[in-house]
């Protein structure tokens, strides 16, 4: 099995997840507000929808190779998020059922011989289709802790975790300027190591953070304080918002 079928087989897992959840809740409980600043569970649940046709956007384009943005532009994705935060649970609950269908169909039909193909996302990153499955899962389980309603960074999937945190030491966080240069471990010694921020300084040392695979996600993604970390040289690094 592909990594990119292995993907979308767990969207639709971690889809199911949070349906069986967000079901539990009523009305009111929409209006609340998130973990995210600004944003009720509306407004989460609203993003998650059209974050999953903007994904549907991204594999057409793949698959024909006529250019389809993720969104018309910023302030519409803004403005359609804000329209459809505060409608009744079972609109949003049918909203993200038939998004997540339309986007498990896109991603079949996409063939194996188009997964390279490179799109283009909001920000202007480019990525392989390939990876696309892999982009949507992190939306949505990292939003269904967002939600404050219980589903916490551990109890995330371990493949998931592993997988995500593989990706952020790889890229969004490899060379940046405004991160120290880290040294991540998730075991003792040397070899469950992984180093990711911006070069070190000549006679700079690595800042040294150990912790679960867990728990390493959550403080870089910006979803705990650390806790749980250990910093043995100073404390915990401020991270900037990488969005």
Not at 56 to 62: D, E, K, S
Not at 128 to 146: M, T, W, Y
Request: with cysteine.
């Amino acid at each position: 099995m592909t990594d990119y079928v292995r993907d979308a087989l767990a969207v639709q897992e971690a889809t199911d997840r949070l349906l069986t959840a967000v079901a539990a809740l009523d009305d009111a409980s929409l209006v609340s507000p998130s973990e995210l600043p600004g944003w009720t569970r509306g407004h989460v649940l609203a993003h998650l929808a059209r974050n999953a046709d903007a994904l549907v956007n991204l594999v057409t384009w793949a698959r024909t190779g006529q250019e389809t943005p993720m969104y018309a532009d910023a302030q519409t994705r803004d403005a359609e998020i804000r329209r459809d935060a505060a409608r009744p649970l079972a609109v949003h609950l049918d909203d993200l059922r038939t998004s997540a269908t339309r986007f498990d169909a896109a991603a079949t039909a996409l063939p194996p011989e188009r997964l390279p193909y490179e799109v283009t996302l909001r920000g202007g990153v480019r990525e392989p289709a390939g990876g696309l499955p892999l982009r949507r899962l992190a939306e949505v389980e990292l939003h269904h802790v967002d939600l404050g309603i219980g589903y916490t960074v551990a109890d995330l999937p371990a493949t998931f975790v592993e997988r995500q945190l593989t990706v952020l030491i790889r890229t969004r966080f490899a060379g940046h300027p405004d991160i120290p240069p880290l040294r991540l471990a998730t075991g003792p010694g040397d070899g469950d190591v992984r180093r990711t921020g911006r070069p070190a300084a000549p006679g700079e040392s690595p800042v040294t953070v150990t912790g679960s695979p867990a728990a390493l996600l959550g403080w870089l993604t910006g979803r705990t304080d650390g806790s749980g970390l250990s910093c043995p040289n100073g404390p915990l690094p401020v991270l900037p918002a990488l969005g």
